[in-house]
């Protein structure tokens, strides 16, 4: 079955921009985990979210927010783009939420966001 | 809050050898999970291998297997009869029950032919 499908493969916006990302997951997985990879900060957890529902949030500031939709696809949008946010963006997604039953999540190949 | 440490930056085996990645993390829950994943060139992220925390066997996986030290907090991973392929970065992460999951710097292996 297809993976995890995340789209653009590569973005660039200049500043003060906003930008919206997508996700589709694995067929009847209903759980969708976005992260942020940099090179300083490493890997870090932006949100979680299962059923249409936000589960979890990491330490991001409000310009980062996402969505699910019923069909499980998830987006993130991150408004008024700042230098720092340039970075690869992660989404994985599992069967059920993290924390409960199956853990096991699966990668998409991320989203190169530069911002100029 | 909890972190997870990984004090080895970058580490380079020859191949068919053994090399270990070490893992190292802080937290007060007692029951959790604990994973490392592998980054490939591709930038995939590859789950190799998972323990929880109320489980004392290490778990294995085929060429990959943990040292799960509890009270020390430790999760290294180790590879056996390492491969070209095997060259990536390799993440532990941490989750509490929560499903808040924290993530270690990475270590970068290569491995030489």
């Known amino acids: 079955k297809a993976g995890v499908t995340q789209t653009p493969r590569y973005l660039i916006k200049t500043r003060g921009q906003q930008v919206t990302l997508s996700c589709s997951p694995i067929?009847?997985?209903?759980?969708v985990s976005w992260y942020q990879q940099t090179p300083g900060q490493g890997l870090q957890f932006l949100f979680e979210?299962?059923?249409?529902?936000?589960?979890n949030k990491g330490n991001f500031p409000g310009r980062f927010s996402g969505r699910q939709f019923s069909n499980s696809r998830s987006e993130m949008n991150v408004s008024t783009l700042e230098l720092g946010d340039s970075a690869l963006y992660l989404c994985?997604?599992?069967?059920?939420?993290?924390?409960?039953?199956?853990?096991?999540?699966?990668f998409g190949q991320g989203t190169r966001l530069t911002v100029v | 809050a909890q972190t997870v440490t990984q004090s080895q930056p970058e580490m380079s085996v020859q191949e068919a050898e053994t090399v270990t990645l070490s893992c190292t993390y802080d937290?007060?829950?007692?029951?959790?999970?604990l994973f490392w994943y592998k980054q490939p060139p591709s930038r995939q992220m590859i789950l190799v291998i998972r323990?929880?925390?109320?489980?004392?066997q290490n778990a294995t996986e085929n060429r990959f297997s943990v040292n799960f030290q509890k009270a020390a907090k430790s999760f290294s991973l180790k590879i056996s009869d390492s491969q070209l392929g095997d060259t990536a970065m390799y993440f532990c992460?941490?989750?509490?029950?929560?499903?808040?999951?924290?993530f270690g710097a990475g270590t970068r292996l290569t491995v030489k032919p």
């Open positions: 994985a997604s599992s069967f059920a939420p993290t924390g409960e039953g199956n853990t096991e999540a699966f």
């Open positions: 067929s009847g997985h209903r759980s």
């Open positions: 979210y299962f059923s249409e529902t936000q589960r």
């Open positions: 937290t007060s829950e007692s029951n959790y999970y």
């Open positions: 323990q929880e925390a109320y489980k004392q």
């Open positions: 992460a941490f989750m509490n029950p929560a499903g808040d999951m924290r």
